[in-house]
T-cell receptor, first 112, second 113 residues
Framework: GENVEQHPSTLSVQEGDSAVIKCTYSDSASNYFPWYKQELGKRPQLIIDIRSNVGEKKDQRIAVTLNKTAKHFSLHITETQPEDSAVYFCAASKTSYDKVIFGPGTSLSVIP | DSGVTQTPKHLITATGQRVTLRCSPRSGDLSVYWYQQSLDQGLQFLIQYYNGEERAKGNILERFSAQQFPDLHSELNLSSLELGDSALYFC????????????FGPGTRLTVT
């Protein structure tokens, strides 16, 4: 069935360094790939998303890349700050009518 | 604040009981999604409704059911509760068709004792 894998499950970086989280998906019909950030005890919040007709998207310190051929997509956070510490979830969906399949999450810790 | 509301915030109940979780989507949003998040686990998609009709189904147990009412609020019913049903249950809503972004509510924390 549909599946989204995410690596690593935990990631620690020094403040100011970059962090990269990678995801793979199984359903080649997927064409929407959001990333959510969930701080401890809070709701998931969308931080960036990308659609299949785009290879890369950037928003300030956050960027997402997509390789449809390989069915990979990645989140890049540059100049990390302690407030970036959270669990990050990647996800994939086929259409706005379809369910969104989430990856298992990556716990990011940014060490001051 | 995403504009999605969920009640109650916390719920403690015993095994075998039945509970109802309520979700009010953002004004104008037609889609409602339910997710289960167990301790240290990811987000498990349960079910999606669009304008009152079931649209997609995930790994939702037969003991669980949901519906979306004409005013677009949704309820998730959990019956014959087991200890393993203890989790955070999120509702999310999204706008009209061709829009993917989901806005999550604050969640209902269910504890089954």
């Amino acid at each position: 069935g549909e599946n989204v894998e995410q690596h690593p499950s935990t990631l620690s970086v020094q403040e100011g360094d970059s962090a990269v989280i990678k995801c793979t998906y199984s359903d080649s019909a997927s064409n929407y790939f959001p990333w959510y950030k969930q701080e401890l005890g809070k709701r998931p919040q969308l931080i960036i998303d990308i659609r299949s007709n785009v290879g890369e998207k950037k928003d300030q310190r956050i960027a997402v890349t997509l390789n449809k051929t390989a069915k990979h997509f990645s989140l890049h956070i540059t100049e990390t700050q302690p407030e970036d510490s959270a669990v990050y979830f990647c996800a994939a969906s086929k259409t706005s009518y379809d369910k969104v399949i989430f990856g298992p999450g990556t716990s990011l810790s940014v060490i001051p | 604040d995403s504009g999605v509301t969920q009640t109650p915030k916390h719920l403690i109940t015993a095994t075998g009981q039945r509970v109802t979780l309520r979700c009010s989507p953002r004004s104008g949003d037609l889609s409602v999604y339910w997710y289960q998040q167990s301790l240290d686990q990811g987000l498990q998609f349960l079910i999606q409704y669009y304008n009152g009709e079931e649209r997609a189904k995930g790994n939702i147990l037969e003991r669980f059911s949901a519906q979306q009412f004409p005013d677009l609020h949704s309820e998730l019913n959990l019956s014959s509760l087991e200890l393993g049903d203890s989790a955070l249950y999120f509702c999310a809503s999204s706008p009209r068709t061709n829009t993917y972004e989901q806005y999550f509510g604050p969640g209902t924390r269910l504890t089954v004792t």
